[in-house]
Each structure stands twice: as structure tokens, then as C-alpha cells.
């Protein structure tokens, strides 16, 4: 099928304003762009300490999601998400469980490794974060159940990362977890690295 353009009376006759933000219709009517996901918040860290979110809203977003670019400051670090139920005071000790599952170009096998009872969601496990520009983490974090506080809030990563295991090495992996010491609805969430600073992009977006 091939697209046509529309005639001028066409345009013309059409209903609805044209703008920027929208588009003309097969109705003939000027509708905007529509999507589930709606951008929240933008965190862009050099040499942060830590990239925190506090723009959510769980009365109007069912979920959310972080896309993220992290590089930390010290080689062999990790990226490590905290999540606050009160404020901005991020729950740490016996809090957190996830399993992560990963694989090397080095290795071309699978690795597992899970934890429970601690004081964090650690993104990847297998070996520590290379800290040179053309290395780190970046991925996508699906957040459930913020707002429910029948549930415990749970999270799921899809992620690709460089490593620091002597030859650089990319590395991909997924990651799960449950906040175990807590069903009280979420009202901030940090990145940070286990170590030092770190440098990246990270956006929020929630789902209607």
C-alpha cells in the first residue's frame, strides 16, 4: 500500500488543532500522541555520590521504569537501587532479596548468584564494573507494586555491562528481587555505586 498525501481541503476541513504534538488522524481530526509511559524525571550524575528519585506519584503510575548509563569512579564496583517507603530515608540492613543471572563473551557460560536479607538490589553480580569511559552498566529496571501496600515491591532488570576483569569482557544478565522488609508503598529510589562516585544518565518513567 502506498501512503498518500492529504488534499488541502482536507486539511483545512480537519478538526482539532495541529501542533507539534500531534498528528492528523484517519478520522480526519488532529490527535495527540499517546503512551502509556510518561517521563518523570531525569538524573544526569559527574562524580555523584548518588542519583536519587523522588517524582513518584503511585496514585496515578501502576509502575515504573528506569533506563539507565552508570559508570562508577572506582574500577570493580558495583551498581546498587535502594528504595525509601518514608521520605527520603532509604531502607538499608535486612531489607532486600534478588537473584541475578549472567553471562560473559569470556566465559560463553551462565552464572547465578542470589541474596537475601541485605541491604540492597545489586545489579549484577559475576565480577565488578570497569570504570573507563568506554566501560560500566546501562539497562532497563521495571518497578512493580510501589503503591500496593499489599505487596512487597518487586523489580526486574534486563542489563548489558563492561566489565574489570583484565580483558574487557561485555557481560549480559538479568536481575530480580523483592523488598522483604517492607509492603509500605515506595517514595524514592536511589542508584549509587557500592563504592566512590559515579558518573551516567538515568530516567524515569511511569506507566499509567
Known amino acids: 500500500m502506498v501512503a498518500t498525501k492529504p488534499s488541502a481541503s482536507a486539511l483545512i476541513n480537519a478538526t482539532g488543532t495541529p501542533s507539534s504534538s500531534t498528528f492528523l488522524r484517519g478520522d480526519n481530526a488532529w490527535g495527540a500522541v499517546s503512551s502509556d509511559y510518561v517521563l518523570l ?10 542519583s536519587d528519585f523522588t517524582s513518584l506519584d503511585n496514585s496515578t503510575y501502576s509502575s515504573y521504569k528506569f533506563v539507565v548509563e552508570f559508570t562508577p569512579a572506582t574500577d570493580g564496583s558495583h551498581i546498587d537501587m535502594l528504595l525509601a517507603v518514608s521520605g ?21 557460560s551462565f552464572a547465578g548468584n542470589g541474596n ?25 529496571i521495571e518497578c512493580f507494586y510501589f503503591g500496593d501496600t499489599g505487596r512487597h515491591a518487586q523489580i526486574r532488570a534486563s542489563y548489558s555491562r563492561m566489565d574489570n576483569a583484565g580483558t574487557t569482557s561485555v557481560c549480559w544478565g538479568a536481575t530480580a528481587g523483592a523488598l522483604i522488609g ?20 538515568i530516567k524515569m518513567y511511569g506507566r499509567k
Do not use: P, Q
Open 116 to 140: 537475601t536479607g541485605v541491604g540492597f538490589f545489586r545489579l549484577g553480580t559475576n565480577t565488578g564494573l570497569g570504570n573507563a569511559s568506554d566501560e560500566g552498566f546501562c539497562g532497563t
Open 182 to 201: 517492607s509492603t509500605s508503598a515506595i517514595t524514592a529510589v536511589r542508584f549509587k555505586a557500592n563504592s566512590g562516585n559515579h558518573t551516567g544518565k
Open 88 to 108: 527520603t530515608t532509604y531502607l538499608e540492613a535486612s531489607n532486600y532479596e534478588y537473584i541475578d543471572v549472567n553471562a560473559t563473551r569470556a566465559s560463553g
Open 41 to 50: 524525571e531525569t538524573e544526569t550524575a559527574s562524580g555523584a555520590a548518588a
